[in-house]
């Protein structure tokens, strides 16, 4: 026998037919194509049981009430709750992409310490340990008031503290970040007496008259203020805005009233001037020199000046103002776009004395004078004697841009320390290289941040803190909401990373100091502290998540004091040459402040906003000169230059650049930093005399082609 | 004669005289082919039938054995422990919680699964990584809720139609895991073949559909099983 | 066909003089449903929104010129006649969508779907997005993602569910409690999201829900062109390119003239003629 090809052949067939016989084929083919479905790589969530919590969201002022989808305990989804005093159900998109800051990859995930130019990661006890050696030497240097404060805003438990330890330790500098609750607290104080802010009712107003005020665009409490607008149609209210470009604010007014950029204070006067003069204002309780007030503004904000310099003609402008008193329940709301940065003082002020001619103070869908919510009482701080001489000492500027000014033009250290807590000046004030530049000359700079950003990169030390998702905080609910409300915080999650409460790593600084510093801050934890402080609504507020403090129409008629306009302030004047007038924009979808937008938010930009990595710049075609929609151009101001695309959009007064906040960011987040540029690179700050305020809107600039 | 007759009358002539001249030998041949047919014709059938099912799944063992049956007498029926959650969503295999709900840190019996399961995961507060014989892809919705809770018949079905005499068994089965599909073995079926006798033997998409067609008239739409 | 007693028709109604483009319904649409995001995400056409607000103007100088915000989910077409068949279901060869004839929602299934995209040229609205590239999650961010929506890979086709999953889960929750589900019960994530409350969500069979109350959907079709059911008798309503007769089950709502008229092409003085004969329906197929 010899075993030949066909023997082989044999062994083949009786393979195959074995085989076809078999289960094997059907199976394997069936199981393949299974297997051509399996995709190992993509992620296969948990499931498990779905439960709700409730909190309260602080990524902006607004403060809405959240609630936190788990599936066993780990959170998958933020949504708005439903019958929180603040938004009822509903939520931004800032709030809704909440939980892609937990997982955020600029995240600070351990304390970090400055060495030369790099940060290197120490434990919390060496880092706690370095921030009190270098304090004890400041103290120990009998320079206390050296020591300096930043804060997103006063409001609250966190600032509270802060200045506490300020306080003990003997510095007055103390400041915030410039906030639309801080300006109308000025404003309040300026004409109704300290210790106030102003409330606007617009869900009961038949007509809205807003200074640009951004309503849908994140001024104020945003969903409130959404809410409020969308009621309009039903309630048949108007909403007439005032502003050069045709904002969404604008697009969803009743009547868009484009005024040449950086005038509403004029147009606010001489709409007072109108109703002084036509005799349709109500004489309400107005002290310092009402006489002197009716006669400079009539003189100075006649119809024909105002026309002259807003451009909106003298005829529209009395309709305007007969419009405005005639309606049943008028209100004029100021601050333009989110009512924070680049504003003054003479607009604010100018905008609340025309809700007082025309009697809208403390009146259902008016202007509501109410009393800061004062739910915080700490004991006294515990002081020594380097303390009380600090705490003597003069603070050195105004407001934290006048810091800024102060402490590059002074030869020596201002501040020989500077702890940042929930804000990110080197970013958001203009001019970012001055901010910077003073940082660098603070010889010790603390930085509370949760993510590694312009500011935390200038720090010497980063005690990281947990995000709003982690932590436990009151929220207090301001920036022109005509009520008062007080919401909790809780962790929803423990800290993802190695990250504490700020208010906790605070505690352990003053305690690590010891003496009298440490005796001023004799909690165990932030938690311990919180409910010892708000004692007397802590039961409601931990129980129901949220206390209203002051609610309703208040009562009486305010004192406006008017001597602040009778002496009329001098405007603002823009800085820079150029055919152009910059101006920076709020878009609702990014955020010119803290935290920068996440990666949902930045992915619903439109790409007549961001294009690629450039910033798109929007002008009216009749300035455009050459200029080609989608092409390249050079912006240039006095303070920078930049390469942008160009949008030609006739929703914009000829003459105008509408650059918008809140792009150009520049630390380490592929999906969110590295893109367009800051506006605030180009535009510097110009300071309003007496206010302290920053009020520069925009500045002059030159655009050419690429 | 045309060129192409002339070829074919070769060409037949050529094979004639090979075939004549090969005959005895090539006998031989094809009998050893037929042999080497049968043998690999047996070799592959059997492999096929008994050797490819054994290659084609790896068995788990499960964390420790589970005695349902011992659970059911104590504890009650199924839905004791597998029960649907207020929300109306499954509850699925108990965790850790609900197994303390009755257990503690202390054996309650003497059995060697209970003293693993009270060393290993109670006092480690562990979770007991089970292996979940039903468990179906990601992409696949099912709501017991729809099954045992629904409007008729359809929807008042036993745990046992779809699951079988689990309750009663008084060990765990290993788990068996598709080498390439990575499903368990209880999805195809334990029939190679994939046929079933009982209701429960698999659980494809096919075994949905025709009880959904026997029961509603239709196998529904794609989204009522698949998300 | 299949018949269904009481099936639902699950439809939207967006107000679009409310909305304000704020893009809040976007990011709870991504939230909900795992959508992923990449490093840029300027180039629309491969970003992928479930629910895209689109930005209309009037086309107008300044200072005439108006703008207006038009969110834009899958219109969940029931195609030509109220029939099922719509565009991406019709053309889809892997039957990887359908129309569910119990509820009107348009499927999309992943696992199915094999990437020919065909669908997404029988889209007339740009519903529907393909996966070029696997989705990434920056490490740590996938312990966000929700079970209830299966993560998508390279190679296939995703679009708007109406999040179908919210449906399960509402009616999870009346089969525990023995009962129908509540208008309230489901609604999509965009709708819930909307600080403006601009989206109105629900079942256009049901009269009494909000949605048919505004919509007030014809139930005959239209004398001039029988492909279309289901027209508003609302004359500030209307459906994006409603002659086609794709029977979109996601209506819009505007006081504004210019807006309505976005909605669809028309030639020179069409719309004039067309808005002297409204409610009686001057189109012809």
């Not at chain 1, 120490?122 to 320079?143: F, N, P, Q, Y």
């Not at chain 1, 030390?461 to 709003?468: H, K, Q, R």
Request: hydrophobic share 35%; charged share 25%.
């Amino acid at each position: 026998m010899k075993i030949d090809r066909r023997s082989f052949l044999g062994l083949g067939l009786g393979a195959a037919a074995g085989i076809a016989v078999s289960p094997v084929g059907v199976k394997l083919t069936d199981d393949s194509s299974i297997w051509t479905q399996n995709w190992p790589w993509t992620p296969v969530p948990e499931d498990g049981e779905i439960t709700y919590d409730p909190s309260v969201c602080s990524l902006c002022p607004g403060s809405c009430g959240i609630s936190v989808r788990k599936i066993k305990g780990r959170p998958v989804k933020i949504e708005g709750a439903d019958g929180y005093p603040v938004n009822n159900g509903g939520a931004c998109l800032h709030g809704i992409a909440g939980l892609q800051y937990l997982y955020d990859p600029s995240r600070v995930k351990t304390p970090m310490r400055k060495n030369g130019n790099r940060f290197e990661a120490i434990s919390w006890e060496e880092a706690i340990s370095i921030v009190a050696g270098k304090l004890a030497d400041i103290r120990t240097d009998g320079a206390p008031e050296t020591l300096g404060v930043i804060t997103g805003s006063a409001a609250g438990s966190m600032p509270a503290l802060f200045k506490r330890f300020l306080d003990a330790f003997g510095s007055p500098n103390a400041y915030e970040m410039p906030s639309l609750e801080g300006n109308l607290q000025l404003t309040a104080a300026t004409l109704h007496g300290a210790g106030n802010t102003i409330g606007f009712d617009l869900e009961n107003s038949d007509f809205v008259l807003s200074f640009g005020a951004g309503i849908i665009e994140g001024w104020g409490s945003p969903v409130a203020c959404f809410k409020a607008n969308a009621s309009r149609k039903e309630r048949h209210a108007k909403l007439y805005q005032i502003e050069p470009r045709l904002s969404n604010t604008a697009a969803g007014a009743d009547k868009w009233i484009p005024i040449n950029p950086g005038t509403e204070a004029d147009l606010a006067l001489g709409l007072c001037a109108v109703l002084l003069s036509k005799n349709l204002f109500t004489q309400g309780n107005f002290t310092g020199g009402f006489q002197k007030f009716t006669a400079v503004i009539q003189k100075e904000y006649s119809p024909t000046r105002v026309e002259a310099s807003t451009g909106i003609p003298a005829a529209d402008i009395e309709a305007l103002a007969v419009a405005f008193a005639k309606a049943k329940a008028p209100v004029a709301v100021p601050g333009k776009g989110r009512g924070d940065h680049g504003q003054n003082l003479k607009e604010f002020a100018a905008v609340q004395t025309l809700n007082a001619l025309a009697g809208r103070l403390n009146q259902e869908g008016g202007a509501f004078v109410m009393a800061q919510p004062e739910y915080l009482s700490f004991p006294e701080a515990a002081m020594d004697e380097i303390a009380e001489a600090g705490a003597g000492k003069e603070k050195i500027a105004g407001s934290v841009n006048k810091l800024i000014e102060d402490i590059n033009g002074s030869d020596k250290p201002l501040l020989n320390a500077l702890f940042v807590h929930n804000a990110n000046p080197c970013y958001t004030l203009k001019n970012t290289q001055r901010v910077k530049d003073a940082f660098k000359k603070v010889p010790f700079v603390v930085s509370f941040s949760s993510f590694m950003d312009e500011t935390a990169m200038e720090a010497d030390v980063i005690l990281p803190a947990s995000t709003f998702l982690e932590r436990t905080e009151d929220v207090p609910a301001g920036a022109g909401l005509p009520k008062s409300v007080i919401g909790l915080a809780t962790p929803q999650v423990d800290p993802v990373f190695n990250t504490k409460n700020p208010g906790d790593a605070l505690i352990q600084v003053a305690q690590a100091m010891g003496g009298t510093i440490a005796e001023s801050f004799e909690w165990e934890t932030y938690d311990e502290c919180l409910e010892a402080v708000a004692a007397d609504i802590w039961d409601s507020l931990s129980e129901e998540g949220s206390v209203v403090v002051a609610e309703g129409v208040p009562e009486g008629t305010p004192a406006v004091d008017v001597s602040y306009l009778a002496a009329n302030p001098t405007s603002v004047e823009m800085k820079g040459e150029g055919d152009f007038t910059l101006v920076a924009i709020d878009n609702m979808r990014l955020t010119g402040t803290i935290p920068a937008a996440s990666p949902f938010a930045i992915k619903t930009v439109s790409d007549k906003v961001l294009s690629g990595t450039q910033t798109v710049v929007e002008i009216n075609p009749a300035s455009a000169k050459g200029l080609k929609d989608g092409g390249e151009a050079i912006i240039a101001t006095e303070q920078g230059e930049a390469k942008v695309k160009v949008n030609l959009n006739e929703g914009i007064m000829p003459g105008v650049i509408g650059m918008v906040k809140g792009l150009g960011h520049t630390f380490d987040n592929p999906y969110v930093a590295g893109k367009g540029v800051n506006v605030n690179d180009l535009i510097g700050p110009v300071i309003e005399p007496g206010s302290g305020l920053d009020a520069a809107f925009g500045i002059k600039a030159t655009l050419k082609k690429a | 004669m045309s060129e192409i007759e002339n070829k074919a009358e070769h060409g037949s002539m050529d094979g004639a005289g090979e075939c004549a001249a090969g005959d005895p030998k090539d006998d031989k041949g094809l009998g050893l082919g037929v042999i080497f047919f049968m043998v690999a014709f047996l070799v592959c059938f059997l492999s096929g039938w008994l050797l490819f099912p054994k290659l084609l799944y790896s068995k788990h063992e499960q964390p420790f054995n589970f005695d349902h049956e011992l659970h059911t007498a104590e504890a009650g029926d199924c839905e004791s422990c597998h029960f649907l959650r207020e929300d109306g969503t499954w509850s699925g295999i108990p965790n850790l919680a609900s197994c303390m709900e009755c257990h503690t840190d202390e054996p309650m019996g003497e059995t060697e699964d209970e003293a693993i399961f009270c060393e290993e995961y109670v006092a480690k507060e562990k979770e007991v990584p089970w292996f979940v014989y039903s468990k179906q892809p990601d992409c696949v919705f099912f709501s017991h809720a729809a099954h045992i809770n629904g409007e008729n018949a359809a929807g008042k079905m036993d745990c046992k139609t779809c699951h079988g005499p689990i309750g009663e068994s008084t060990s765990s089965r290993p788990y068996e895991e598709n080498r390439i599909t990575g499903y368990s073995r209880d999805i195809w079926g334990k029939n190679i073949w994939g046929f079933k006798k009982h209701s429960w033997d698999r659980m494809k998409m096919d075994d949905c559909a025709n009880c959904h067609v026997e029961m509603d008239g239709h196998k529904g739409y794609c989204f009522q099983c698949h998300k | 066909m299949i018949q269904h007693e009481n099936a639902h028709k699950f439809g939207m109604v967006v107000d679009l003089d409310k909305c304000t483009g704020c893009g809040s319904c976007m990011v709870s649409c991504m939230a909900e449903n795992n959508v992923p995001f990449k490093e840029d995400e300027t180039r629309k056409k491969d970003s992928i929104t479930w629910m895209r607000v689109y930005k209309l103007t009037n086309g107008k100088p300044f200072p005439e010129t108006e703008v207006v915000y038009m969110p834009r989910p899958c219109q969940h077409c029931s195609g030509l006649g109220d029939h099922g068949h719509s565009p991406c279901v019709s053309v889809c060869p892997a039957t990887a969508t359908d129309y569910g004839y119990d509820t009107g929602i348009v499927s999309q299934i992943y696992t199915r779907c094999f990437g020919c995209r065909y669908c997404m040229g029988a889209c007339p609205y740009h519903a529907r997005y393909f996966n070029w590239w696997d989705p990434k999650w920056p490490e740590g961010q996938e312990n966000y993602l929700s079970p209830n929506v299966s993560p998508r890979m390279r190679g296939v086709v995703e679009k708007c569910s109406f999040c179908y999953h919210r449906y399960q889960l509402a009616r999870e929750k009346g089969y525990m409690e023995e009962r129908e589900i509540e208008e309230n019960e489901y609604q999509t994530a965009c709708t819930t999201a909307c600080p403006a409350g601009a989206i109105t969500f629900g079942d256009l069979n049901n009269p009494e829900h909000e949605v048919t109350k505004i919509v007030k959907p014809d139930p005959h079709p239209d004398p001039m062109n029988k492909n279309v059911v289901g027209k508003s008798r609302n004359p500030k309503v209307f459906r994006l390119l409603e002659r086609l007769g794709t029977n979109t089950k996601v209506y819009y709502m505007s006081e504004r003239e210019w807006v309505r008229k976005a909605g669809d092409n028309y030639l020179d003085g069409e719309w004039d003629k067309r808005k002297n004969h409204h409610g009686s329906s001057s189109d012809h197929g």
